[in-house]
């Protein structure tokens, strides 16, 4: 597939200089080809020059566009990939829309994530004046934001955890570096993580068609 794209007069090897076309991508796949749908066929009451014009669009339950061929679509907007915006990649996790700040055959990107845990009180505890107490109890939510990063992977768009684990996993696609990266110990592993990704991409460019 790497070759194929790098013998085609319609793709560039990805440098940070490139950028993604204005729009909002559906799923992977749009992204791969570059091809989102662009503003100007997104029916909206957003402001097209609002500069949170794709989180406002998407806010909404659902998103309503005009495709190719000038027909009305409608999706759920729970179920949008992402949008680019100033040419950069957003991708949506828990929710939100966080930027993928390393593009390459592997991807690294930062997001925050709200975690609830629930947390039933002591089923010994009575309080006579407390309705909920006297009837069995109830559960209290607990709700805090942690900032996770993760790993993307440019052929599927499957995205992992950035560990160890799911780095080695995605090496295996040049299995020169995986057995390198197989030899170091534990320690040296997770030291190294960033060092492998770069020297993936590095050694495994990406190809994109051009904006």
Known sequence: VLQAQEDSADVVMYTPAFKFREGIFLNFDQVRNNDPIHKSRILTPVDYSDRDFYTKVLEKKNLLFYDHLGMKQEVRSNQVWGFSRNGILFVAIDDKYHRITIIGSICHFVATITTYNTRYYDPYYYNPYDYYYRYGGYPRNSESSEMRQYLMDFQTGRIYEYNVQSLEVLLMQDP????????????KKRQQKFIYLRRFNDRNPLYLPKS
């Open 176 to 187: 020169e570096l995986h057995d390198e990266n197989s030899q170091l110990r534990k320690k």
